[in-house]
């Protein structure tokens, strides 16, 4: 949060710039992208850090590419047909190796065609100038090639880390190596943080198997947190719980109201996980029911809902906030269901919850109207309740937003105190346990690839061990009754004791965000200046 961020296209470089900022990334995310001769020449002669991200190094030219690196440029790396890796696909690049440690680009066969992170730049050593951070390895032939070169302080990355992230991707080596550029300590120097969540827990949860669930982990004196869906509804008839026309609130339900006092004594920070979780009485894309379907988002379509609005946003958040209120009980923190809504609402939650958990989508977008000051410093519900819905309209009654490209889902292995729509996230970044039937997935993710994560991760500084786990991970069904399956619940004992053994610390999600009481949103500008100040 220390560091303004200036982003601006390339095109707009102006002679010295780079050596105005403390560093500068140049991403080269456009193949044909014309780099101008000033920002080379300063990139080249510049005793500030400063990273060559991707497509572009030689235009350099050869000379100076090997004067400043040690290294030529050979050609553009995609899978070969001819060389076969073990599964019988075409080979390319797969691994990365960092600090011990392996990690994977993504890639998966479409139509016989493989597709993913499959292209990286081939540059060939001439001279001892650098130094290999990460190197890459082909899946076939063994072939090696730097992935991150370090020349002093010159960085080049050998590829687009943010492309097809994972969570065992080469995206946390460029976040860990982003310290080195920043010249910047870790926050922290002994045990990381780790944060378990349990996920989608409504009225129509098994109260149950939820106050089980937190038992166990409570056992191990450990905090956690809860996503709470505050309006159940169920307009489908999928379940038997009964419900009224416009979903049953918190207050409604005497038992679900019970569980969730029960799971703050326990240790748990409620979670405000969107209001139903579902959208009218669509099949969104599965049934419906609160907890399974996409909200804020047409997944059908694959585009924002039809009504999409700052209006339809606010009046569902304040019918959360009412069923929260009435209830007498409060959530810290917001997490958007399915992590998807459309780059409208993302600004809306950005300016309206003071912190965020879990994932977001980003599309390169156009943005109007948020320059106007905070109506009383704040816009959140915590301060100003439903009466503040005056103030929040107004706030976001010039917002504008214009989509240019196709949203797509990241991550963070840290906190983030302000992304590109002023979010402040408390991460997830081990993702979830499931089957292969999983709704709205694309296959499973088994406890030993949780387990090889968290181990990876340990070399990467400042990262953390934060997941979820669903209550229906949990369940052993059978004809006549659903229970609570000890081998799973076993998987889940394993998973905490592995974070526990391997330098992680279980955190309150509550009280890491009062610890950042004060913490501004880091300032970010979009001008014809480059580079971090």
Not at 360 to 386: C, D, M, T, W
Request: proline content about 5%; glycine content about 6%; hydrophobic content about 35%.
């Amino acid at each position: 949060p220390q560091f303004r961020q200036i982003s601006a296209p390339i095109d707009s470089y102006r002679l010295d710039q780079i050596n105005q900022c403390r560093a500068t990334f140049y991403l080269g995310s456009r193949y044909g992208n014309l780099v101008p001769e000033a920002f080379i020449d300063d990139f080249i002669a510049s005793k500030k850090n400063v990273v060559w991200v991707n497509y572009g190094i030689w235009q350099m030219g050869e000379r100076k590419l090997m004067d400043l690196f040690g290294y030529k440029h050979i050609k553009i790396a995609t899978p070969e047909k001819d060389k076969k890796d073990r599964k019988g696909n075409p080979g390319f690049f797969e691994t990365v190796r960092y600090k011990g440690e392996t990690f994977d680009r993504y890639s998966r066969l479409e139509s016989d065609k493989l597709v993913g992170a499959i292209e990286n730049i081939i540059l060939q050593k001439v001279s001892e100038k650098s130094s290999i951070i990460a190197e890459l390895e082909h899946n076939s032939t063994g072939t090696k090639t730097p992935y991150i070169l370090r020349q002093q302080n010159h960085f080049y990355v050998a590829d687009n880390p943010f492309g097809f992230i994972h969570e065992s991707s080469p995206y946390l080596i460029f976040s860990d190596v982003i310290f080195d550029v920043l010249e910047v300590e870790p926050m922290y120097k002994g045990k990381k943080p780790a944060m378990f969540r349990i996920e989608d827990v409504g009225a129509g949860s098994p109260v149950a198997h939820v106050e089980k669930m937190a038992e166990v982990i409570a056992g191990y004196g450990i905090p956690f947190s809860v996503a709470v869906i505050p309006i159940f509804a169920d307009p489908n008839h999928k379940t038997r719980k009964k419900t009224k026309a416009n979903g049953l609130k918190i207050a409604d339900d005497e038992k679900f109201l019970a569980l969730l006092k029960k799971l703050k004594k326990l240790g748990g920070t409620l979670i405000w996980h969107g209001v139903t979780h579902q959208y009218s009485n669509w099949k969104n894309p599965t049934s419906g029911l609160s907890g399974e379907d996409y909200e804020f988002w047409d997944s059908n379509e694959d585009a924002p809902l039809k009504e999409d609005s700052v209006d339809f946003v606010l009046n569902k958040l304040n019918d959360g906030w009412s069923s929260f209120s009435q209830a007498e009980i409060f959530p810290a923190l917001w997490e958007t269901p399915h992590y998807s809504s459309s780059v409208l609402d993302h600004y809306i939650f950005a300016n309206v919850f003071p912190w965020q958990t879990g994932r977001l989508q980003y599309a390169f977008h156009n943005v109007r109207g948020l320059n106007q000051k905070l109506p009383n410093n704040s816009l959140s519900y915590e301060k100003s309740g439903i009466i503040g819905h005056t103030q929040r309209r107004a706030f976001f009654d010039t917002l504008k937003v214009e989509n240019t490209t196709t949203l797509v889902e990241q991550f963070y292995p840290y906190e983030i105190f302000g992304d590109i729509y002023g979010t402040k996230i408390l991460p997830e970044n081990l993702g979830f346990p499931r089957n292969a039937n999983f709704h709205n997935t694309i296959g499973p993710k088994t406890i030993s690839e949780m387990i090889a994560n968290v181990k990876r991760n340990r070399v990467l500084r400042d990262c953390w061990g934060s997941l979820f786990f669903h209550v229906s991970y949990l369940e052993k069904k059978s004809f006549f009754s659903i229970g609570l399956s000890q081998e799973k619940i076993d998987e889940m004992k394993l998973l905490i004791e592995t974070l526990m053994s391997n330098g992680y610390q279980f955190v309150s999600a509550e009280k890491m965000i009062n610890k950042y009481q004060g913490v501004e949103t880091v300032k970010r500008i979009y001008s014809t200046d480059v580079g971090l100040l």
